[in-house]
């Protein structure tokens, strides 16, 4: 099922009610979109006192402003500076929030939120402005402090978790996606976002090219009993601008107007597709498990994460690979003998695979949890997947319609001038085969990673293979 949709991204975004018309008649199982507004394009951060008043509701309490020390330009200067400007010029009394550290990092943990919501509390609305991490905060504040109006201000097109109701969270050590809050207005100033560094839009389009394997992942997991929410229309609200915004890869990477509207359009798209279906598996899959572990792997002391979408869009590329290298398989004859691991292996892979992230075993045990529910699902099937063969030709013909083939997504990165090899940020080849040979151990979701290593096809020698191929075609390590 597809939705009909405007001629471009951003036309799409502005015009919400439009939006909620088509899903709630074609897809009204969907959760309701519970963004209010957005304003997209260029100067439409001087919407923001007219979204202020709506969402005030005549209170006359300070505005919670929730930002990083990272200065920030816009089209009149720095961008929070005038942002404080004209809510002073509107009356409204200013309280400033920065989080993160001196050198603007921010994680989204219990004690960054804690410190959030007690600074924010009493406010009548809380402004998050920054990157998808302040803005998950925001998120989290709003709901925390009973669904406090929020307005988001999404200063770069760095990731597409702007417009959904849903946070990534660190919860014992393991990012989780959190349920959250919509923000009830977005704000995003294309005038903003193309004076953002070049590495951060870059990398939205490397978190957009999940578009491509995430939903296959999503679409798998429902062929095998592990996920029944799978919903083509929201597949397909969520790829309906990708392809425009991956043929402009080369004027994201230039910082061109037209190219930055189509790319922060798709992306705020993909939010949305993620916030009404109610999880993000149309636009998360495996490569967001292996961005993750990556994550959650970073020494202690080094030189900072890579940012989200740049590993996104280089993982994206080894997903497709193993998307193929599954594919081939099953036209083989691969599906014939798929294996039902015992609790008791499995749980022993799950503590080899954490047991070096933390003494105490927390991260460990948490991952257990997520795995051992996938698992007891992939039992529980075991009679329906035995005619799995048979039923693969159900979906081979809309695998064929959501997967690109990897050469396609590693030439848009190739064209925007972002990284193409995890090594090209920082990531070494061990750390890279660590996290792709266990990101199936991370998480109760299906994707491509689990089929293969029930068909036998994901042992140590297997994920090699899957490198060697990324390495002839230029792309992994």
Not at 188 to 212: F, K, Q, W
Not at 326 to 331: E, I, M, Q, S
Request: hydrophobic share 45%; glycine share 10%.
């Amino acid at each position: 099922m597809s939705i009909a949709l405007p001629q471009s991204a951003a036309e799409a975004a502005r015009n919400l009610d439009l939006l909620r018309a088509q899903l709630s008649r074609d897809a009204p199982a969907l959760k309701p979109l519970g963004l209010g507004a957005i304003a997209l394009g260029s100067g439409a951060i001087s919407e923001l006192p007219r979204f202020l008043s709506e969402v005030r509701n005549g209170g006359s309490g300070d505005v919670a402003v929730v930002a990083d020390c990272r200065p920030m330009a816009g089209r009149d200067g720095e961008l929070k500076a005038t942002i404080a400007n004209a809510l002073d010029s509107a009356g409204v009394s200013v309280r400033r929030v920065t989080i993160g550290d001196a050198d603007a990092r921010v994680h989204a943990d219990p004690v960054t939120v804690e410190d959030a919501v007690a600074r924010v509390a009493g406010a009548d609305v809380v402004v998050s402005v920054g990157s998808g991490t302040v803005v998950d905060v925001g998120k989290a504040v709003s709901a925390r402090l009973d669904r406090l109006p929020h307005i988001a201000v999404q200063t770069a097109g760095s990731v597409n978790g702007f417009a959904d109701d849903q946070s990534v969270l660190l919860v014992d050590g393991v990012k989780r996606t959190t349920q959250t809050a919509w923000p009830d207005r977005l704000v995003i100033d294309t005038d903003v976002v193309a004076r953002a560094p070049a590495e951060l839009n870059r990398a939205g389009l490397g978190d957009l090219l999940a578009s491509y394997t995430a939903p296959a992942d999503w679409l798998l997991a429902s062929l095998v009993a592990q996920d029944d929410s799978y919903s083509a229309a929201v597949v397909s609200l969520t790829r309906a601008y990708v392809d425009s915004a991956v043929d402009a890869a080369d004027g994201i990477g230039r910082g061109d107007a037209h190219a930055i509207e189509d790319l922060v359009g798709a992306l705020t798209l993909s939010g949305i597709a993620m916030g009404v279906a109610g999880r993000t598996s149309p636009g998360s899959g495996m490569e967001h498990t292996v961005s993750h572990l990556l994550e959650m792997s970073q020494p202690a002391g080094g030189d900072g994460e890579p940012l989200h979408g740049a590993k996104v869009g280089a993982l994206s590329v080894l997903a497709a690979l193993l998307w193929e290298r599954v594919r081939a398989a099953v036209r083989a004859g691969g599906l014939s003998e798929l294996r039902f691991p015992q609790a008791d292996e499995m749980r022993a892979r799950v503590d080899a695979a954490f047991a070096d992230l933390d003494v105490s075993g927390a991260t460990a045990r948490e991952c257990w949890r997520d795995y051992a529910r996938k698992l007891d699902r992939w039992h529980a099937a075991a009679e329906r997947l035995e005619t799995l063969e048979e039923q693969w030709a159900l979906i081979d013909d809309e695998l064929d319609a959501i997967l690109a083939p990897s050469q396609r997504l590693l030439a848009a990165l190739r064209a925007a001038g972002a990284p193409v090899r995890l090594g090209d940020l920082g990531i070494d080849e061990t750390r890279l085969r660590w996290a792709l040979a266990n990101c199936h151990l991370m998480r109760d979701r299906f994707t491509v990673a689990d089929l293969a290593f029930f068909m036998g096809l994901y042992e140590p020698d297997d994920v090699d293979a899957l490198l060697a191929d990324a390495g002839r075609a230029g792309a992994g390590a």
